[in-house]
C-alpha cells in the first residue's frame, strides 16, 4: 500500500477498484507510460472475492477459464485445483496476479472516492477521497465492479436484532462458529443458495427465509486432474481464443438446437443428461430456452420434477418450485446439495410469500403467522447491481452535468463503456456491455485492450480528450433494448432489469448479443476511427503531460 499523500497529486489516470478490470487495466495503462493510481475501498484486491468470503462462494464459470489470459507467465504459472474454483483460491489467484506483476505500489487501499468533477476548462477531473485526498487526473477509468454495492435490505425492525447479522457481500475475515446456534438465513439467491447448505452442517438449526424460489442448478464441482490442468495448460493459447469467439467468453456448451425438434423421450433424457453432467450444460441441450416460453416451461417443469424427487417434504417442495419467473430470465444459480440440504432435520424453509416477514425483533424474526427464535442472522439480500457503485460518487462531468441526474431514469452509454457529456471517463463492463451475462474475466479483459488502444490511438495524435456522441449513444442504447425485447428476460422481475432495487428504473442493462458479437462491434467501430465519439485536440501526449506537470512523489 501506497502513503497516502497530504498534497494532491497528478496522475494520467485514476482508476477506481482493484478487482480485476482495475488489475488489468492498471498494468495496461502502466506499460504504456503513464502515471495511474488506483483506489480501492477495501483493504486488498480481488474485488466481489475480496467482500463475498461467505462459506461456500465459488464461481459459477469454470476455473481454468474464469481467469486472466493476456499473460502466457501467469497462466502457466498458477494451477486451478477445481472446476469451479471457490473464493479463497480465487481471491489467493487475484494476489498472485497483483505480486507478478508489482501492483500494489500503485494502488491505495481502504479508501472510497467521492467524487469526481470534470473541469471544462483543463479538461481534467478533480477527484476526492474519503481520505481527505484530492487528486487531478486526465482519465478517470471506473473498474468499480456490477455487484459491488449491497442492497439496502429494507427489513423492518433489523436494527432492533439483538444478534449479530452478516451479510454474505461483506463476510468477516475471521471463521464464524455457528455451532450450536440457530440462523435465520433471508435471500435465496446465487448467495444464499451456496452459504445455505454449509450452514446447515453447522447450526443446530437454520430457518431459510425464501420470499422468491430460485432456479438452481447442481454444479457437481470436482478436484481437477493434474493430466486436465496439464493438457489446458498445453494449449492455454487456443482454448482462450476460442473463448474469445464464444458468445459468453468462456467454453460453456451451447447450441442452436430447439427444444421441440427433440421428440418427448428425448427431451427427458437431454434435460436428465445436463442434469447429471450439471453446471450450465443445459442450455448446451436445449438452445431457445430463453425465448421459447413453452421450451422454458417444459425445461422448468422437468426442474420442478427433480425438486420433487430430491425434497421429501411435499410442502417444502412445492414452495421451492421456481414458478413467475422464467428458467434463465433472473441468474440460474449452481448450487451443491442445496435442495438435499431441506432433508435435514435441522433446516426448516420458511417461504415467505405465503407467510411474510413482518418484522425482526430482539429475539429473531416475526411473521404474519410466527415467531422464528433466532441466534444469529445471515442477509444474502443482493447488490444495486451495475449502476450501484457509479451512481455512489458524486460524477459530475461537463458543465456539471450529474451522473445521476443523467441516468434518473436509467443507465444510457455508448457500448457500456463511455458517457455523452463525461469525456475521459469510462466504464468498465458498464451497463450496456455483455459484462455480467458472460465470464465477467474475458469481458473486462476486451474493454481493456479497447480501452488501451483508445488512449494510443488519442496519444499519438495528440488528442486530448474523447467523449461519446449523443446520437452514437442514443442508438446504442436502443440496440441494447431492441436485443433485449424478444428474450424472456425482460419478463422476470430481476437485477438485471433492476427490479430488485425499490425506485430503481426498469432498464434491461446487460448487452445480450454475446461477447463475440460485442467486441467486434466495437472493433469496427475502432476500426472507423472510434465512430461514434469525438475528440479534441493537444499539443501534448498524455504522457508528457502528467510527467512534467505532476506535483508530488
Ligand atoms: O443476490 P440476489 P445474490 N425480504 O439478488 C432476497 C452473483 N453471484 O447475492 O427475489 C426477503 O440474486 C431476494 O428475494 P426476491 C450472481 O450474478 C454469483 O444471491 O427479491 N427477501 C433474493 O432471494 C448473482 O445473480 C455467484 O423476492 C429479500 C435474495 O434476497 C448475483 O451475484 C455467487 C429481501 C437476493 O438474491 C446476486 O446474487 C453469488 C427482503 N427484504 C453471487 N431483500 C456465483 O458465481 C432481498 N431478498 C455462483
New binding site residues.
Given amino acids: 500500500m501506497t502513503d497516502t499523500p497530504s498534497f494532491d497529486e497528478r496522475f494520467d489516470a485514476i482508476i477506481v477498484g482493484a478487482g480485476f478490470a482495475g488489475m488489468y487495466m492498471l498494468h495496461s495503462l502502466r506499460a504504456r507510460g503513464m502515471r495511474v493510481r488506483v483506489i480501492e475501498a477495501a483493504g486488498g484486491v480481488g474485488g ?1 472475492w475480496y467482500w ?1 468470503r461467505y462459506p461456500g ?5 469454470v476455473s481454468v477459464d474464469y481467469s486472466f489470459s493476456f499473460s502466457e507467465e501467469i497462466q502457466q504459472a498458477w494451477t486451478w485445483t477445481e472446476k ?1 474454483a471457490a473464493q479463497p483460491e480465487i481471491l489467493r489467484y487475484a494476489e498472485f496476479v497483483a505480486d507478478t506483476l508489482d501492483l500494489r505500489r500503485d494502488m491505495q487501499f481502504d479508501t472510497r472516492v467521492e467524487s469526481m468533477i470534470y473541469d471544462d476548462a483543463a479538461a481534467t477531473w478533480s477527484v476526492t477521497t474519503d481520505a481527505g485526498d484530492h487528486y487531478v487526473s486526465r482519465f478517470c477509468i471506473m473498474a468499480t465492479g ?2 459491488s454495492i ?2 439496502d ?3 423492518p425492525g433489523l436494527s432492533s436484532f439483538d444478534g449479530p447479522v452478516y451479510f ?2 461483506r463476510w468477516p475475515h475471521e471463521p464464524i462458529a455457528f455451532g450450536g446456534k440457530t440462523v435465520g438465513l ?9 452459504v445455505a447448505p454449509e450452514i446447515a452442517q453447522e447450526a443446530d438449526r437454520l430457518f431459510v ?6 432456479f438452481t442448478l447442481p ?1 457437481r464441482n470436482t478436484p481437477l486432474p493434474a493430466s486436465f490442468v496439464e493438457e489446458v495448460k498445453g494449449a492455454y493459447s487456443a482454448r482462450r481464443q476460442k473463448a474469445r469467439r464464444h458468445p459468453a467468453g468462456h467454453l460453456r456448451p451451447i447450441t442452436d438446437r430447439k427444444t421441440f425438434s427433440y421428440e418427448p423421450h428425448e427431451r427427458r433424457s437431454a434435460f436428465d443428461g445436463a442434469w447429471e453432467s450439471g453446471g450450465l450444460d443445459l442450455f448446451g441441450v436445449f438452445g431457445d430456452l430463453v425465448v421459447d416460453e413453452a421450451a422454458n416451461d417444459e425445461v422448468a417443469q422437468m426442474i420442478h420434477r427433480k425438486i420433487e424427487e430430491t425434497v421429501a417434504d411435499p410442502t417444502t417442495a412445492a414452495a421451492l418450485k421456481p414458478t413467475g419467473n422464467p428458467l434463465g430470465g ?2 440460474v ?2 448450487d451443491t446439495d442445496y435442495y438435499a440440504m431441506f432433508n435435514r432435520e435441522n433446516v426448516t424453509l420458511v417461504d ?2 405465503k407467510d411474510p ?1 413482518e418484522t425482526v425483533v430482539p429475539d429473531g424474526i416475526r411473521t404474519r403467522d410466527g415467531h422464528y427464535k433466532i441466534d444469529a442472522l445471515v ?5 444495486d ?1 451495475m449502476t450501484g457503485a457509479l451512481l455512489k460518487i458524486d460524477i459530475r462531468g461537463r458543465q456539471g452535468l450529474s451522473l445521476r441526474d443523467k441516468w434518473a431514469h436509467g443507465p444510457v452509454t455508448y457500448l457500456g463503456i463511455a458517457v455523452e457529456g463525461f469525456p475521459n471517463l469510462f466504464t468498465i463492463t458498464g451497463p450496456g456491455s455483455p459484462s ?1 451475462l458472460t465470464n465477467v474475466i474475458a469481458s473486462i479483459e476486451q474493454h481493456v485492450e479497447w480501452l488501451s488502444d483508445l488512449i494510443d490511438h488519442m496519444d499519438k495524435r495528440a488528442l486530448k480528450t474523447v467523449e461519446a456522441d449523443a446520437q452514437a449513444e442514443e442508438a446504442w442504447v436502443r440496440h441494447v433494448y431492441d436485443m433485449a425485447a424478444p428474450t424472456l428476460m425482460m419478463k422476470a ?3 438485471y432489469l433492476g ?2 432495487v425499490p425506485g430503481k428504473p426498469r432498464v434491461f442493462m446487460p448487452y445480450v448479443g454475446g461477447l463475440n458479437v460485442y467486441r467486434d462491434k466495437a472493433q469496427s467501430i475502432a476500426d472507423d476511427g472510434y465512430r461514434g465519439f469525438h475528440f479534441e485536440g493537444n499539443e501534448r501526449s498524455s504522457q508528457a503531460s502528467a510527467k512534467t506537470e505532476t506535483l508530488g512523489r
Fill in positions: 466481489t463475498n462462494a465459488r464461481c459459477d464459470v469451479y456490477c455487484l449491497p442492497k435490505p429494507d427489513i454474505t457481500s433471508i435471500g435465496t439467491g446465487s448467495s444464499g443458495i451456496q427465509f425464501q420470499r422468491t424460489p430460485s454444479a433472473r441468474r444459480c449452481l415467505v410469500l416477514i442477509l444474502a439480500t443482493g447488490f447491481a455480467v422481475n430481476s437485477w427490479a430488485n
